[in-house]
């Protein structure tokens, strides 16, 4: 892990621990560490809303043997690492917490900065690693499917659609479309689209170098674009069709050895949802 500050939240009615933990990481080793507090659930869940918390330390009071809490965080923010706190060492509850998605369980005064700045660090890079897995599983799942479409059909439509849905759900978008480069008139043709009213945008047609997808195929490079709203080269058409006010879109180039044949799209309603890793 780098060396900026790692962000935690105690969440706990008992303040004196928070207290406590603030002395026992200003002796632990590695990269400070800011330390908020919460005494009430449904404030920690507001500030965890907020976003900017790196790793949450739950503690567990003595009736939630059912880990009522933990479900709550993780629904509201699953991909966060949890470490629950408790007064007893008890290993069954120790993996009790761990099956239902805890990174660890720490017993209070049994622990000193060492230990819990240790602890707070390995949870957040076990689950970095869970969601890198997660990811590598979905891609695999669709390199699957889309090799199953291949091997299933010769009708090049059905795969398209086949491909881009899956492509839709492994980047958690509103839309995807597949655009190939008419070769008679040299416009760029919607062959496919997925997503809200995709039905309407296939076989959309636009000129050579029109829209985000034109500059992609024109210059034969993938296009990231934060915002489209505020991008002057967006062809807002689409957008009137759909009645989707789209922002984020990526374009990717599709290529025949050196030649350009079209540009598959992906876009969501929301700004700045995509990376070089897309």
Known sequence: MDDSVVKALVIDPDLQFAWKARGMLSTGRGAPFHLECASQLAIALER???????????ALSPEDQTFDDLARV??????????????????????????????DYLVKGQIDGTQLV??????IERKRMEQVM?????????LNTAIQAFSSTLDLDRVLAIVLEETR??????????????EESGDILCRQATGYKGDAVQG?????????????????QSLIVP???????????????????????????LRIK????????????????FSTAD
């Open 118 to 123: 240790c602890a707070m660090r390995y949870a």
């Open 258 to 273: 050196d030649r350009t044949i079209g540009a598959l799209q992906a876009l969501d309603t929301e700004p700045n949802q």
């Open 74 to 103: 993780l629904d509201r923010v699953p991909n966060m690492p949890v470490i629950v706190l408790t007064r007893f060492d008890d290993q069954a509850l120790a993996m009790k917490a761990i099956r239902q998605g805890a990174q």
């Open 169 to 182: 759900k492994l980047l958690g978008v509103a839309a995807c479309s597949i655009w190939l480069v008419d």
């Open 204 to 220: 959309w047609r636009l000129k050579p170098g029109e829209g985000l997808v034109g500059w992609v195929v024109g210059e034969g």
């Open 48 to 58: 965890l809303e907020m976003g900017g918390i790196d790793v949450v330390l739950l």
């Open 134 to 142: 997660a990811q590598q599983y979905h891609e695999l799942a669709l």
């Open 227 to 253: 915002d489209a709203s505020v991008d002057e080269r967006h062809f807002g058409g689409v957008d009137q069709v759909t009645g989707l006010t789209l922002r984020s879109i990526f374009g990717v180039p």
